[in-house]
């Protein structure tokens, strides 16, 4: 094995450092977030009908190329100790309520297109810590 230097090894791959203290919860959404606006455009799939199951079967619910997903891939969040791509690893991971994954993940909050942009600005008013925000982004579209 070769030895190599940190700078030269992130020349050619994507190096994150982990941190010895753990992420609030506010962290975590927002890296999320910011892992999300990496490809703004990107077009994400939402999960259908997150509000008619119940809870065991909402809580095994995933797909591929979901928002929840993405945050699975990131090793920082896997360090963090997001344990999986369901929506039940999602909730317990990030503090999620069934309204916020209602309003994040479900297809019907999205009419046909979500892309992570859209995610994105759903997540950071999510971890906003001023309440006003957070109920005005729930008009927004």
């Given at each position: 094995m070769k030895k190599q230097?940190?700078?030269?090894?992130s020349a050619i791959a994507d190096v994150t450092a982990l941190?010895?203290?753990?992420?609030?919860?506010?962290?975590?959404?927002?890296?999320?977030?910011?892992?999300?606006?990496?490809a703004p455009?990107?077009?994400?799939?939402?999960?259908a009908m997150v509000e008619f199951y119940a809870e065991s079967q909402r809580a095994r619910l995933r797909g591929d190329e979901t928002p929840i997903?993405?945050?699975?891939?990131?090793?920082?969040?896997?360090?963090?100790?997001l344990n999986g791509d369901t929506l039940?690893?999602?909730?317990?991971f990030f503090g999620l309520n069934r309204h916020d994954t209602h309003r994040l993940l479900c297809d019907c909050r999205y009419h046909g297109r979500m892309d992570s942009r859209s995610v994105a600005r759903r997540l950071?008013?999510?971890a906003d810590p001023n309440p006003l925000r957070r109920l005005l982004d729930l008009f927004r579209r």
């Open positions: 230097s940190l700078d030269r090894i941190s010895a203290a753990p992420m609030s919860r506010r962290d975590r959404l927002r890296r999320w977030a910011d892992l999300l606006t990496r455009s990107r077009c994400l799939r939402p999960l997903a993405y945050a699975f891939a990131d090793p920082v969040l896997r360090h963090e100790g039940g690893d999602a909730e317990a950071r008013a999510l």
